[in-house]
């Protein structure tokens, strides 16, 4: 494929990505349940000191357990400062861009789901994860998921940071074209969209991708040249978490830390 990064270390075992999943699912469901700051900004104008105070409170209340049982499983540790921040930041404090940062871990978290078996596919690449997905852990105690837990077979992990790679690869393309700023292509005689045509031909050949539409890859029913900005926006985050999330699992990032994951295309 595309990559020419090599693994910096072991790739993760079972335990390592089980907790792994566990800490994204926490940061994502603290992020899904928390207020928009500015609708939560325009709601406190009208309140009293006192009911501030109370709504503070309640909302630090709701994670306080959950922090605990962090701390309990030995995670608490594990995770990075900016972590630990966001799970201790009362709602007026998360910043516009964390919100929004952690709302795309459920495409990270459905990754790691799926190479621990909890998951048989994943969603297609023009398609959101449905949140409810971060609830694919069985309700077992963690202890016995530890134990139980085991990934799918190492080829097949790869296999899907190939394809995650190519989705963000093609995100990439597309960017650079639009900004004018797509650098000399290696070797002679293709053009970028002649490049995407042979991608796309070859993928779907392989099963890694739907038939190409107009010589291009298919997202939201069409070419992927032709979806609006927005659909290209959400194409390009899912893509983007999906290779972080996919990298990690190959033994990618350095020290297997999660924040260090390349995303190179």
């Known amino acids: 494929m595309f990559s020419w990064l090599k693994a910096r270390n072991g790739a993760p075992d079972a335990r390592t990505v089980l907790e792994k999943t566990i800490i994204l699912r926490e940061l994502f469901v603290k992020g899904l349940v928390s207020p928009p700051l500015d609708m939560l900004t325009k709601t406190m104008e ?3 000191e006192a009911e501030r105070n109370a709504f503070n409170k309640d909302c630090m209340k709701q994670f306080s357990d959950r922090i605990s049982r962090l701390r309990e499983l030995g995670l608490w540790k594990k995770m990075t400062e900016e972590e630990r921040e ?8 998360i910043s516009r861009q964390a919100m929004v940062d952690v709302s795309w ?5 459905v990754c790691l789901l799926w ?7 994943l969603p297609p690449y023009d398609e959101q994860t449905d949140p409810e997905m971060a609830n694919r852990l069985p309700k077992e105690s963690a202890e016995t998921l530890f134990t139980k837990a085991s990934l799918r077979p190492a080829h097949q992990i ?3 940071r190939d394809i995650a790679e190519l989705w963000h690869w093609r995100s990439r393309t597309r960017r650079l074209q639009e900004s004018g700023q797509m650098p000399p292509l290696p070797g002679k005689g293709y053009t970028i969209e002649e490049l995407i045509s042979l991608a796309s031909s070859k993928a ?3 099963g890694d991708l739907p038939a190409p539409i107009e010589k291009d890859f298919p997202a939201f029913g ?3 040249r032709d979806i609006s900005p927005e659909e290209f926006a959400t194409a390009t985050s899912i893509a983007q978490e999906r ?3 996919f990298n990690w699992l190959c033994g990618l990032a350095p020290g297997n830390r999660w924040a260090d994951t390349p995303t190179d295309t």
């Open 105 to 109: 871990l459920i495409e990270s978290i």
């Open 115 to 121: 190479a621990l078996g909890y998951v048989a596919e």
């Open 46 to 48: 009208a309140w009293g």
């Open 158 to 160: 790869r296999k899907q």
């Open 204 to 206: 779907a050949e392989a």
């Open 243 to 245: 290779h972080r999330a």
């Open 222 to 224: 069409r070419a992927y």
């Open 86 to 93: 966001f799970l201790n930041a009362g709602p007026l404090e």
